[in-house]
């Protein structure tokens, strides 16, 4: 079934979708468990039940329900969502949860070194200058100001690979890297260092270095790991119940 952009919908029927999704991703209604009727659900969330419809169906196109003419509409398990959904994504950044956190920064030790590798060989000037002013901006008073710049600093390391697959990475889980990112630069307990370790990056790339570019990466992201616990089996993220 194909997915419904989200701005050729009516208002109404996003608001229906990410109130539904909401509930899901909150553990609100389980995988496995069946949605009320058409008729209570609709009551319960005050819309109509043709909104509702349309909200089931663009969720069922993302793989989050199932549904079938004598069972009803059941939520299917994580395994099942297109957890690469831009729009799903970005439903989840609130609701961060362990696994998901851990999988998220399991993909980026995969994937950001080797882009930091290949912006040190292939970033123009113009590029360099983008992840110069995303680093600058991480000195920011506000954690909210810091945050949204470790974003463009790493989005614009992505997009300096000059390689059309990361980038497209990066634009598409922007959204749940800016919570994860929330969420360790408030943990950090030490700023200064992760800082640090985010300029030895911007020298590799600047001193056209692949091997050094590639190691600073990792320190950058298993730096987030620590302030996250999530190297030692626990965990700042609350886990999904």
């Not at 609709?42 to 509702?52: I, K």
Request: with cysteine; hydrophobic share 45%.
């Amino acid at each position: 079934m194909a997915d419904v952009p989200t701005s050729s919908r009516p208002r109404v029927h996003r608001d229906v979708v990410e109130t539904l999704a909401h509930r899901i991703l909150s553990g609100g209604i389980k995988p496995g468990e069946s949605l009320p009727n058409t008729q209570n659900l609709s009551s319960a969330l005050g819309v109509s039940r043709s909104a509702l419809r349309e909200a089931i169906k663009v969720l069922s196109a993302k793989g989050m329900l199932d549904v079938r003419p004598r069972t009803g509409t059941r939520v299917l398990p994580r395994s099942s969502w297109n957890l690469m959904d831009p729009e799903l994504l970005s439903w989840s950044g609130p609701i961060l949860d362990q696994d998901l956190v851990r999988s998220l920064l399991e993909c980026r030790k995969f994937i950001e070194p080797g882009a930091a590798a290949l912006a040190a060989q292939r970033a123009t000037p113009a590029q360099l200058a983008e992840i110069e002013a995303a680093l600058t901006q991480m000195d920011a008073e506000s954690l909210e100001d810091r945050v949204q710049a470790d974003l463009d600093f790493h989005v614009a390391i992505l997009r300096a690979s000059a390689n059309l697959f990361l980038a497209q990475w990066g634009q598409t889980v922007s959204s749940v890297l800016l919570a994860a990112f929330r969420l360790s630069t408030g943990a950090t307990h030490s700023y200064d260092a992760t800082f640090s370790a985010h300029r030895d990056v911007v020298d590799a790339i600047r001193n056209r270095d692949p091997a050094a570019a590639d190691r600073g990466m990792r320190v950058v992201l298993s730096a987030m790991a620590h302030d996250l616990h999530l190297e030692n089996g626990e965990s700042a993220v609350a886990p999904q119940d």
